[in-house]
């Protein structure tokens, strides 16, 4: 039997991972992803009620553009670039600093911090709680879509 979370995703298809990056920015992709595949009715159903919300509202907080008004460029057609650069005009646009500030918060995001209790939760409701190499939130995504945690862009790189 194939380890925990490694079904899912041989039976389904899933958003990028969370470490992906556009214009230097981790999540967004994944965030866009997500828009289109909920407008393309494929994605999973257990993700609908967070659309929106969680990390997709850290991200467009952290932009300052409303989701909605996100979603609507993304539903247009545009490509991910295309987005980021309609964000930066009508939010924000973060300096190297600003950027490099989110990607490690989101990137250790569940560890030793305010989120550390709810990834223990989510791990102990997936069947996971002994997985020691599932430290971050975005690690479990990955275990729970089938990938490795902290895949090859976890690096930073």
């Known amino acids: 039997m194939p380890p925990a979370g490694t079904m899912r995703a041989m039976?389904?298809?899933f958003p990028c991972s969370p470490y992906d990056r556009e214009g230097g920015l981790v999540y967004f992709p994944r965030m866009?992803?997500?828009?289109?595949?909920m407008r393309r009715g494929?994605?999973?159903a257990d993700y609908h009620a967070n659309l929106g919300r969680g990390f997709d509202?850290?991200?467009?907080d952290f932009l300052q553009v409303r989701y909605r008004d996100l979603a609507e460029q993304v539903t247009e057609g545009r490509p991910d670039s295309e987005?980021?650069?309609w964000a930066?005009?009508?939010?924000r646009r973060p300096n190297e600093m600003e950027l490099f500030i989110w990607n490690e918060f989101m990137r250790k995001c569940?560890?030793?911090?305010?989120?550390?209790?709810?990834l223990r939760a989510r791990l102990e409701g997936l069947g996971m709680d002994g997985r020691g190499d599932v430290q971050t939130m975005f690690d479990l995504i990955e275990v729970d879509e089938g990938r490795a945690p902290g895949g090859a862009a976890a690096t930073g790189v």
């Open 32 to 37: 866009l992803d997500k828009i289109r595949m």
């Open 11 to 13: 039976d389904r298809n």
């Open 83 to 85: 987005v980021l650069d």
């Open 57 to 60: 509202e850290c991200c467009c």
């Open 110 to 118: 569940g560890w030793r911090d305010d989120y550390s209790e709810r």
């Open 42 to 44: 494929e994605l999973p």
């Open 88 to 91: 930066f005009a009508h939010g």
